[in-house]
């Protein structure tokens, strides 16, 4: 089994395939599997996620006539050894979070918005 086959592939819409690319690859250490200007996809561990531009196939209108796009309400979780030393890494690379490091009953966490503005 190939390792994208073995992986969880989610489909991602971005506003901008190749500033999707450099956020995932620079900010929270994705590998690059392809780059296109239309799709894109990257990994880490066994998350692919699948970067479809305003063009691709995936923003193409469904049979209702809604119109597939990126941002919303969507978050994808990443689990790191240190959040505070992650967050002072990212910032001194130009990250702007939404918000500081919060603790609730599922642990500590911030949000950092994708160049889509989604959240990861």
């Known amino acids: 089994m190939t390792k994208t086959a073995s992986a969880a592939n989610v489909r991602y819409m971005v506003d901008n395939v190749g500033a999707a690319i450099g956020f995932y690859t620079a900010f929270l250490d994705f590998d690059l599997l392809t780059s296109f200007p239309t799709f894109g996809d990257v990994t880490r561990g066994n998350l692919r996620l699948l970067l479809g531009g305003p063009v691709s196939t995936a923003a193409q209108p469904m049979p209702d006539g809604a119109q597939p796009k990126p941002g919303g309400?969507?978050?994808?979780?990443?689990?790191?050894?240190?959040?505070?030393?992650?967050?002072?890494?990212?910032?001194?690379?130009?990250?702007n979070f939404r918000n500081e490091i919060i603790e609730g009953p599922g642990g500590r966490q911030i949000l950092l918005p994708d160049p889509s503005d989604s959240v990861a």
């Open 73 to 95: 309400r969507n978050r994808i979780h990443l689990v790191v050894d240190d959040i505070e030393a992650k967050a002072d890494r990212l910032r001194a690379l130009g990250a």
